[in-house]
């Protein structure tokens, strides 16, 4: 089976992310929205990476438009409004899919790896994060309702 470290995402100004590239380094994958009650949480996102990037870790976006249509922009849109909104500069990948037949590989590998509530793989909701330890490994799923800078401590842990 594929880790983390195999898979690619095109950027949202079209580069290509390589998760290769993130080898030895903490992971926190979320998917995002423009439009919802939780968007406030890029703050705390942007406050993550600000504080320990310098030690390892790397966010990574994934705006997504499948739960009430909250990211109906393009990339430009998207782009502009993270930025200056929340001034956003850790890696956003272009607008995927996490659920379903059309669910981006990295979504697949995560859900797969950490399942949700009562075994569900699907995400339920906007700003569901994931945690990824310097090898690769899936280590944690958090519920969209999980404020970003409560999860200081367990990125501490693996930095």
Known sequence: ???????????????????SDFAGKVLLVVNTASRCGFTPQYRGLQALHRQFAGRGLVVVGFPCNQFGGQEPGGADEI????ERSYGVDFPMA??????????HPVFAYLTEALPGVLGSRAVKWNFTKFLVDRAGRPIRRYAPTTPPETLAADIEALL
């Open 1 to 19: 089976m594929p880790g983390i470290h195999d898979f690619e995402a095109r950027s949202l100004e079209g580069g290509l992310i390589r998760f």
């Open 94 to 103: 272009g607008k995927v899919e996490v659920n379903g037949p059309d669910a």
């Open 79 to 82: 782009a502009a409004f993270c």
